[in-house]
């Protein structure tokens, strides 16, 4: 697929997706959430990916929010298909997505941005950072996963702070509630990104995405997480990267990964 607002390269297995509408700073609207929907899902299935980066273009802004102009005249009905269709083919296919996905926040992460960011397994964010769901500002809610995502990340106080008042926190703010992982300067955070990525992919594929489901399943409603945990466990043990991980260890070497 040709992409209009992404750029989209692989190199080492990881494959580097940057929204590219630097003038309406990386601004989601309805193309980029179906471009986004293809590169991700596509990865899936490609055994060059070994996992992913997200970031925006230019140093301004990583996502500033959704394209206000594509929603100013939904009614109720058109803004709830809005938010499920957004939520189902992106925001939740990225959560569980079974290859990591790491967001390098470069900029402003606002709005469907900062959600966009909060569906990634880790963030990764530089210093001149800004995060914040505006959205009551506009007399809306977050529709993407953010009272949810937010909450989970940082406690229901602290979200309830920064959705209500929908004022933004700096990078080191959001390091210290627990919103984002690493705070890095501007010119370092992909590197950061790759170094956390490259750790990843150097363990057990099949046991990432184990690990992913697992921890998933806690925020799954009427799903028992620990349960989930017990079979995704035991599942190890039926794989190839278990049998080569242990072999590895006893006989002292760097342990060769297929994911099967």
């Excluded at 189902?88 to 967001?103: G, H, L, M, R, T």
């Excluded at 007399?139 to 940082?154: A, D």
């Excluded at 998933?216 to 409603?221: K, R, V």
């Amino acid at each position: 697929m040709d992409f209009t607002n992404l750029l989209v390269e692989i190199r080492d297995r990881i494959l580097y997706i940057t929204i590219n509408r630097e003038s309406k700073l990386n601004a989601l609207n309805k193309v980029t959430l179906v471009e986004l929907h293809h590169a991700i899902t596509h990865s899936f299935h490609n055994e060059a990916v070994g996992g992913l980066i997200i970031t925006g273009a230019g140093q301004k802004a990583f996502v500033a929010g959704a394209d206000i102009s594509e929603f100013a005249d939904l009614n109720a009905d058109e803004g709830r298909a809005l938010a499920r269709e957004g939520q189902s083919k992106v925001f939740d296919v990225i959560q569980n997505s079974e290859k990591p996905i790491i967001a390098a926040i470069n900029g402003f992460a606002l709005g469907g941005g900062l959600e966009l960011a909060m569906a990634c397994h880790i963030r990764v964010a530089a210093t001149t950072a800004k995060m914040g769901l505006p959205e009551v500002s506009l007399g809306i809610i977050p529709g993407y996963g953010g009272t949810q995502r937010l909450s989970q990340l940082i406690g229901r106080g602290r979200a309830l702070e920064m959705i209500l008042t929908a004022e933004m926190v700096s990078a080191a703010e959001a390091y210290r509630t627990g919103l984002v992982n690493h705070v890095t300067e501007p010119d370092l955070i992909i590197s950061k990104s790759e170094e956390l990525l490259k750790k990843i992919m150097s363990r057990s594929p099949f046991a990432v995405a184990c690990a992913i489901r697992a921890v998933n399943a806690n925020y799954i409603e009427g799903e028992n997480g620990f349960e989930t945990e017990i079979s995704e466990f035991s599942n190890c043990f039926g794989s190839i990267d278990f049998n080569e991980g242990v072999a590895a260890f006893l006989e002292k070497r760097k342990a060769e990964f297929t994911g099967k």
